[in-house]
């Protein structure tokens, strides 16, 4: 069985979730509803279905898109709002899982450090468009990185600590799902293509178990405009996925990788259930799952977790 999740905090109402239901029952030749109830009243919906004989799992994101265009469409006109909705769909069994890998900038931040420590530097247009071509998919990670850290060269070292107090701010919801799924028994890891110096305070301030990161070179206090080797990057991402589920004991199917960048995909491609938040459009369209709209806590929603049940 596969499960419909439509998550619009405080936005859903019933007259687009049973609209969205007969749809999906008259008009959808996905499979057959078995179920529809609230996790949370006009937050998240669950929509059980048993899938056709011909339904992939590789179309639960082209159907999840079609969904919300329906529910939105459906809002528009019986409710007179501008939905703003994510929808994830995926198997029923197994839908909470055990191991979460998470992108730092972006995903558990709302910035992205290198381009922040460019501004005392006073490069932050020059280093934050390769961050973004990097982020696209339309640049090598390793390569732009070296690039970017090496206009960083003199850069006073006391800078990072200023960056990390003055410009670093926890994504909406990264709390409450790290420590929520650390409470139900979940390990937790973050992994960023960025620098210790940042990973580390956020990976403690969010309640993580594991930070994994860069580490920028300081030679006399000062940035040598150099980061140790290797890099960070997706193979990293990718190898901690699969090294920390071989640890757990657990399957791919049990795991939940989320980030933003192309450099992120290789683990949200392997992952049980992959998510790109708020991800650039390569990311998004390779996604087995996407929230555009919903904070961190979508992720919480989506695997049939109830707001009672949260840990702040």
């Given at each position: ?76 006109v019986s409710d007179c709002q501008d939905l703003k909705l994510d929808v994830v769909i995926q198997p029923i069994?197994g839908r909470e899982k055990r191991l979460l890998v998470a992108d730092m900038d972006s995903t558990m931040i ?132 699969r090294a920390e589920a071989v640890a757990l004991g657990i399957d791919a199917a049990a795991t939940l990788a ?55």
């Open positions: 069985m596969f499960v419909v999740t439509l998550i619009a905090e405080d936005a859903l109402t019933d007259s687009v979730t049973s609209e969205v239901t007969h749809q999906f029952m008259v008009d959808w030749t996905a499979g057959t509803v078995v179920a529809a109830e609230w996790i949370d009243e006009g937050c998240a919906f669950d929509l059980s279905f048993r899938p056709a004989d011909d339904f992939r799992p590789e179309d639960c994101a082209h159907l999840a898109q079609g969904l919300a265009g329906l529910a939105r469409n459906i809002a528009s069994e709302q910035c992205e450090c290198i381009d922040e420590l460019a501004d005392y530097a006073g490069l932050k247009p020059q280093i934050a468009a390769i961050t973004e071509a990097a982020m696209r998919g339309e640049l090598d990670f390793e390569a732009a990185l070296d690039a970017r850290v090496a206009l960083l060269a003199g850069l006073d070292a006391a800078v990072i600590d200023r960056c990390l107090a003055e410009r670093v701010r926890l994504m909406p919801g990264a709390r409450t799902l790290v420590r929520t799924m650390r409470a139900r028994g979940a390990r937790c890891v973050l992994v960023s293509g960025g620098f210790t110096r940042f990973a580390e305070p956020v990976a403690r301030e969010i309640g993580f178990d594991r930070a994994i990161a860069n580490e920028l070179l300081i030679a006399d206090d000062r940035l040598t405009g150099e980061v140790a080797k290797p890099i960070v990057g997706a193979e990293t991402k990718l190898a901690t996925l989320v980030g933003d960048g192309a450099n992120d995909l290789p683990m949200i491609r392997a992952a049980g259930l992959g998510v790109a938040f708020r991800a650039k459009p390569v990311v998004a369209a390779a996604a087995a799952a996407r929230v555009e709209h919903g904070d961190l806590t979508a992720l919480l929603w989506a695997q049939g977790i109830a707001r009672r049940d949260w840990v702040a």
